[in-house]
């Protein structure tokens, strides 16, 4: 009973988490994009996100019964593969505020 508690409040907080991203990514795309393709923009950033779900479980899946007796290597990869991420995607947003700004002072 321990066990399965532990999992359904992990799983919640990572769906909190999730949850929060979402709203932030959706936020920021709505102010980038122009007014006219919006809708068009969303729908396909939410297609693309539950397509990419089962794909991503169906990897981990694979990957936990072939590393069943080191998990701590797909945690590991999973961490590094995340702060990756996260620092890409830094740059990435530092570069849309400051074309963002750019624009606002032409006008």
């Known amino acids: 009973m321990m066990s399965y508690s532990i999992i359904t409040a992990c799983c919640f907080l990572i769906m909190t988490f999730s949850t929060i991203f979402s ?4 936020a920021a795309v709505q102010t980038e994009t122009p007014q006219n393709l919006v809708g068009k923009i969303i729908a396909c950033m939410i297609a693309f ?9 169906a990897i981990y899946g694979f990957i936990f019964d072939k590393f069943q007796d080191s998990i701590w290597i ?16 830094k740059k990435i947003f530092k570069d849309i505020k400051i074309e963002h700004t750019a624009t606002e002072a032409t006008r």
């Open 74 to 89: 797909i945690l590991l990869g999973s961490a590094i593969t995340s702060i990756f991420i996260a620092i890409a995607s």
């Open 23 to 26: 709203v932030q990514m959706i």
């Open 49 to 57: 996100s539950m397509c990419a779900q089962p794909i991503g479980q």
